[in-house]
């Protein structure tokens, strides 16, 4: 093979290296134009240390970024070993809003730690809210979360009525009304006054 020839495969392979770094550059998910790909694989980097501090912040701070591409990610991290960890994949996976995650969330409703419970009520609120407010919510969101109005911790009780008053489904107006009849407590009931006015006005 002589030198030309060697030469000349160099520079084919150097500008097909170009060219695919060109191509992913301006790809629509990749960082010319897309702001959360370099900040979300930063993130996701984080979330696989050995240190669950660092694991917490990562689930956290992709929360804050918002790209669905964190979502699978953030399901598997639904299994850390580190409640602090999981918490933070809850929450983060409601601020994304993406249908993946409704399934893998209902169950933490169960979960032994109030705090745990209370953030899936929070996420699965944010999952159940759309910007067409003629759309319906997924019926399984709207039955979780009046089952979480008789939570025994007050804070998950009340952070579920808040989420079916953001979300204004008529379904859950028996069941609020049904509480408030049957509460003791003045502050859940106020909750409640909030949360039927708010669904009273969504479907005015």
Same mark, same amino acid.
């Given at each position: ?38 900040? =979300?694989?930063? +993130?996701?980097?984080? !979330?696989?240390? $050995?240190? /669950?501090? &660092? #694991?917490?912040? @990562?689930?956290?701070? %992709? *929360? ?37 995650? =409704?399934?893998? +969330?209902?169950?933490? !409703?169960?979960? $032994?730690? /109030?705090? &745990? #419970?209370?953030? @899936?009520?929070?996420? %699965? *609120? ?79």
């Amino acid at each position: 093979m002589t030198r030309e020839t060697v030469d000349s495969a160099s520079n084919l392979s150097l500008k097909q290296k170009v060219q695919k770094f060109i191509t992913w550059l301006l790809h629509r998910d990749g960082p010319a134009r897309n702001w959360r790909y370099v900040p =979300t694989h930063l +993130l996701l980097r984080k !979330l696989r240390s $050995e240190s /669950a501090e &660092m #694991r917490a912040y @990562a689930a956290e701070g %992709l *929360g804050g970024v918002g790209d669905v591409h964190a979502v699978a990610p953030l399901i598997d991290a639904l299994d850390d070993n580190n409640s602090t960890v999981r918490r933070f994949a809850i929450s983060s996976l409601g601020k994304i809003r993406d249908d993946r995650a =409704t399934d893998v +969330l209902i169950p933490f !409703l169960q979960d $032994e730690e /109030a705090d &745990m #419970r209370c953030a @899936a009520v929070v996420a %699965l *609120g944010e999952l159940g809210l759309s910007t067409d407010r003629f759309s319906t919510p997924p019926v399984q969101i709207i039955e979780a979360l009046i089952n979480s109005i008789t939570d025994s911790d007050r804070g998950v009780c009340s952070a579920a009525i808040v989420a079916l008053g953001r979300i204004g489904n008529l379904q859950a107006v028996s069941a609020l009304n049904a509480l408030a009849e049957s509460t003791d407590s003045e502050w859940i009931r106020r909750y409640i006054s909030e949360a039927l006015h708010q669904i009273e006005e969504q479907n005015a």
